[in-house]
């Protein structure tokens, strides 16, 4: 699970790490289908954005640690969306275990009042350290 490169108008070469944590979505999405615990093939398309439609390949669940933190979360309907290319958490799916707070320029998340994963703002996106 190395960086990757992103080429969007908005994130011209941008580096990401993996993850990144997303105000917006409305789904996780998962890039790399060896990073489900579970998986089954389904056959279903998203709407990203305001043109562009994505094939969904797949769903299952995911288990992610946070490098920082060595903690671990479980995500559960994560959508395998190859043609992406980009690892989404969505704030919108996650379990109500897991809180987050966004204030200057800083992520904090927690699952059960523990600390799971702190970061800063780069390039107005979070990346997340897993």
């Given at each position: 699970?190395?960086?990757?490169f992103?080429h969007?108008?908005r994130?011209?070469s ?5 993850f ?5 979505a409305?789904?996780?999405v ?17 709407k ?19 490098t920082n933190?060595?903690?671990?979360a479980?995500l559960?309907?994560?959508f ?5 290319g980009?690892?989404?958490i969505?704030?919108t799916a ?8 966004g204030?200057?320029n ?5 699952k059960?009042?523990q600390?799971?994963?702190k970061?800063q ?5 979070y990346?997340?350290?897993?």
């Amino acid at each position: 699970m190395g960086k990757r490169f992103i080429h969007r108008k908005r994130y011209k070469s941008c580096i990401i790490y993996k993850f990144i944590f997303d105000t917006g979505a409305s789904v996780y999405v998962i890039s790399n289908k060896s990073w489900f615990t579970s998986y089954k093939e389904i056959n279903t398309t998203v709407k990203w954005g305001e043109a562009k439609t994505l094939l969904v390949r797949g769903e299952g669940i995911c288990k992610i640690t946070f490098t920082n933190t060595s903690k671990e979360a479980t995500l559960r309907k994560c959508f395998y969306i190859l043609e992406l290319g980009l690892n989404i958490i969505s704030v919108t799916a996650l379990p109500p275990d897991i809180l987050w707070i966004g204030r200057n320029n800083t992520l904090v998340i927690t699952k059960n009042n523990q600390l799971i994963t702190k970061r800063q703002v780069k390039e107005g996106l979070y990346f997340l350290p897993v």
